[in-house]
């Protein structure tokens, strides 16, 4: 695994312009893709209300077809982002994890 990006912020944490640019710039990826490159995605799938392990019976991320998953640059480094509700959340490469 590479997890070589780490969670910084989501859309209603950042700038129009800063998202509108990542936006304009973005590439569809897959799940697995976020998955090797964005470290702390399974704690952001329990945060988000997902099941994950071996928990049964609720909703994964990977079932869920309202998500989408791409690869851009936010604020001049390249990013991995999750569409969740409407809400980008955004995964850079070269910040220190939390």
Same mark, same amino acid.
């Given at each position: ?47 988000m209300g997902y099941d994950t392990g071996s928990e049964?019976?609720?909703? &994964?991320? =990977?079932?869920? /077809?309202? !998500? ?6 936010? &604020?001049? =480094?390249?990013? /991995?982002? !999750?569409?969740?509700s409407a809400i980008e959340y955004i995964w850079t ?6």
């Amino acid at each position: 695994m590479k997890q070589g990006y780490s969670y910084e912020t989501n859309c209603v944490g950042s700038t129009a312009h800063a998202i509108q640019s990542m936006i304009d710039r973005a590439r569809s990826v897959t799940l697995q893709t976020i998955r090797r490159h964005c470290a702390e995605l399974a704690e952001f799938e329990r945060r988000m209300g997902y099941d994950t392990g071996s928990e049964r019976g609720g909703l &994964r991320l =990977r079932d869920d /077809y309202h !998500v989408s998953y791409f690869k851009s640059v936010y &604020r001049g =480094r390249p990013c /991995y982002y !999750v569409r969740h509700s409407a809400i980008e959340y955004i995964w850079t490469k070269g910040r220190v994890s939390r």
